[in-house]
């Protein structure tokens, strides 16, 4: 998630102003405290405008 918002130039307070969510939230994903369901990662993607699956690609590498 960090390497896609940075290389969008957005912090995650523009991500939380975009989504609704608090910053907190995605902070704790990003420190791996938090995960997220196939929704999530949806809403996710759409809010940082990336394809779906880009990310469970990426995420299948791993």
């Keep these: 998630m960090r390497e896609q918002h940075e ?6 307070r ?3 102003n975009i989504s609704g969510k608090p ?3 995605f902070g704790k994903i990003e420190q791996g405290i938090r995960g ?3 929704l999530e990662l949806l809403e ?3 809010w ?3 394809d779906y699956r ?7 590498k791993l």
């Design 7 to 12: 290389a969008k130039g957005l912090t995650m």
């Design 23 to 25: 910053h907190s939230y």
């Design 36 to 38: 997220l369901d196939i």
């Design 54 to 60: 880009s990310a469970i690609n990426q995420i299948n």
């Design 14 to 16: 523009d991500i939380s």
């Design 48 to 50: 940082l405008g990336i």
């Design 44 to 46: 996710l993607c759409q």
